[in-house]
Structure formats: structure tokens, C-alpha cells
């Protein structure tokens, strides 16, 4: 298997993001890689008056080629954030984008900080998981393992077919969304999904700040979710559009989760960076329920040469009580 921490310059921002201190910095620089390679924007970072002295302080860049290339600290300047994106632009995705997740069976204990990212960080109603993490046993006298589950963005959903009226869709990046501002709540796509990923909002969020209910709803960002709608695992696309990692992959301390772009042919879990072809193969992933014919997005690596025993942090949280599976 081929580790392609050298060649590989698709989502590098990911790893270069996780050496940075704050997303600003992240945003800056990836705005500045476009500005650095030629790109047309009107807006230059080199202009007047960010060319004093030089810093010494050199930044890792990705230029629109696919380089690394190197500038100095001085030269950046603050941009502000990234608009946001129309409904029509959220509905159409990221063009040339070809979403895609591994999970590492092999790596999972059951930690579970996949899910309170999740849930935390999508204001999910307390009781609600979009990540499931099932224990597994495939056979009496096989070993049991872990199995996070997301939504499998699948090339054939069976939950889009079957939407009345076309609240949830699929993009052009493969990502699987749910525009609450359309869903009556029927529950058709709940019943259509074979993976058993989609939850009802029977109750509004816990917790909705003030900012947020504020904002113009976006079904890129899913918050705030709308009782009597559905929501689901996105693949954090409001994440993604600005080059970081789904919450889920960033939160895991033992790299479970690797993200890319099939297109690019890369998937990193922050740390590593990996061809996904290679890694599928070299790993015998596989994808859930594949005789159905949904083409998931989602592979798994198997549970062999497990890191952990399937026991370790299990039954216990660290406070020493039981921990209570809401699946
Ligand atoms: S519950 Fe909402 S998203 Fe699901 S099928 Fe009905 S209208 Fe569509
Ligand atoms: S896993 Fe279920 S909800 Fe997700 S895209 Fe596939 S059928 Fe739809």
C-alpha cells in the first residue's frame, strides 16, 4: 500500500489544517494558494501593504496545480470568510468533487467521539445519533468488533426515489442532503434506507444559540434541524466546501475515519494520507449491503489485526459507569 504523503496534493489543506492554528489561518491560506498560482480573483495578498520584511516564517501552501509551495508569513493578510452558499449552489454541490469515507474497522474501539462531535456539533436533540456504532459479530465463532455507521451517501439512494417532494436529493459531489425547508415529514426515505441512518425530529434541538437561529437556514450546514422533519449524516458539506475534514474524522483519536475525493483518488484521516484505490485493495475493503445495488460511498476496511480488544473502554466510561448505547 502506498502511503502518498509526498505526491499527493489533493487535500493536503487537510493535513496542512491540522498543523495550523485556527481556520482563519486555513482560510487564508487556501485563498491565498489561488491568488499565489495565477488565479483571476480580483483580490491580490500581496498588495501594498502586506509587502514589508519578510517574516522568515515560511507557509505551506496548495497552489490551484496541485503544488505545495512555500510563502512567507508577512505576505498573508486576513480575508473575510467565505460567503455563503446559495440554496440552488448547496442543492448542486462542489463540481468535480467525488465525496468519499474508509472506515478502518481495525482501528475502532467504540470511543464514540465521532458521535458527540457530531451530535455536538450539528445541535443534534439529545436521544438522537446521526453516527451509529454497532457492536458486530459476523458468525457464532468469529470475534466480535465495532462497526461505525454513517449515512452511505449512496449512487443509487433509495431515499431520494422515494421523496414526494424532492426534499432530499443527491449532488453532483455524491453527497446525500435533506433540505428541511421542504421535508413534511412523511418518513417514506426512512423507511426506503436499508442502512437504518435517518432519525425523525421528534423535538427541536435542545440548543439553538442565538446566532444560529438568526441565519438564513442553509441544508448545507442542517442547523437548525426542524421538528417533524428528518435529518441524517451529511458528510459536513459546509465543512468540506472550505476544504476541512467532516467533524466525525477530526474528532477520532485513533484515525477510524479517512475522507477525500474518489476523483483525486486520496483519503486522509488528518494524520495519513492514503491513495483510496490503494487503500480498498491492499485492506480488502468493502461496502455494506452491496447485493442492493445502492453503490455506497462508504467502505470498510475489516476488523483484522484489531489495535484494541473489542472490550477496551466498553462497558465502562471514564468515569466508570456503564455507558448507555443509544443507537
Ligand atoms: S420525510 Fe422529508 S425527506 Fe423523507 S421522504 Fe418525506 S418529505 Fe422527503
Ligand atoms: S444510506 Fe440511506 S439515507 Fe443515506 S443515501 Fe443511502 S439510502 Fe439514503
Redesign the pocket.
Known amino acids: 500500500m502506498g502511503a502518498s504523503n509526498e505526491k499527493d496534493n489533493t487535500l493536503k489543506y487537510f493535513a496542512m489544517k491540522n498543523e495550523s492554528a485556527s481556520r482563519r489561518d486555513f482560510l487564508l491560506t487556501a485563498l491565498l494558494a489561488g491568488a499565489a498560482a495565477g488565479c483571476s480573483s480580483p483580490y491580490n495578498p500581496f498588495e501594498s501593504d502586506t509587502t514589508g520584511p519578510a517574516s522568515g516564517e515560511k507557509v505551506k501552501l496548495l497552489s490551484v496545480d496541485g503544488e505545495i509551495i512555500e510563502v512567507d508569513r508577512a505576505f498573508l493578510k486576513p480575508v473575510p470568510d467565505l460567503p455563503a452558499v446559495s440554496n440552488k449552489e448547496a442543492r448542486l454541490g462542489i463540481p468535480g468533487k467525488k465525496f468519499v469515507m474508509v472506515i478502518d474497522l481495525s482501528r475502532c474501539k467504540s470511543v464514540r467521539k465521532c458521535q458527540s462531535a457530531c451530535n455536538h456539533m450539528h445541535h443534534i436533540h439529545s436521544g438522537q445519533n446521526w453516527i451509529k456504532v454497532y457492536p458486530m459479530q459476523d458468525a457464532e465463532h468469529t470475534a466480535p468488533y465495532w462497526q461505525p455507521t454513517t449515512c452511505m451517501h449512496c449512487d443509487e439512494p433509495p ?1 431520494v426515489k ?4 424532492d ?2 436529493f443527491k449532488r453532483q459531489d455524491g453527497i446525500v442532503l ?1 433540505d428541511s425547508d ?9 423507511a426506503a434506507c436499508p442502512y437504518s441512518t ?1 432519525v425523525f425530529n421528534w423535538e427541536s434541538p435542545d440548543t439553538v444559540t442565538e446566532e444560529m437561529s438568526q441565519q438564513p437556514y442553509s441544508c448545507e450546514s442542517s442547523m437548525p434541524q426542524k421538528k417533524g ?2 435529518g441524517k449524516c451529511d458528510f459536513c458539506p459546509d465543512m468540506t466546501r472550505q476544504g476541512e475534514l467532516p467533524h466525525c474524522v477530526s474528532a477520532c483519536p485513533n484515525g477510524v475515519f479517512f475522507f477525500g475525493d474518489m476523483n483525486q483518488d486520496t483519503v486522509t484521516n488528518g494524520a495519513e494520507t492514503f491513495r483510496f484505490s490503494e487503500l480498498v485493495k491492499d485492506k480488502a475493503g468493502y461496502r455494506l449491503m452491496e447485493d442492493l445495488g445502492t453503490k455506497p460511498s462508504v467502505y470498510y476496511l475489516p476488523p483484522v489485526n484489531r489495535n484494541f480488544p473489542f472490550e477496551s473502554g466498553l462497558e465502562k466510561d471514564s468515569t466508570g459507569h456503564p455507558i448507555k448505547q443509544i443507537n
Do not use: K, Q
Not at 182 to 190: K, N
Open positions: 431515499c422515494v421523496c414526494p417532494v426534499a432530499t435533506i421542504r421535508c413534511i415529514g412523511c418518513r417514506f426515505c426512512m435517518r422533519t428528518v
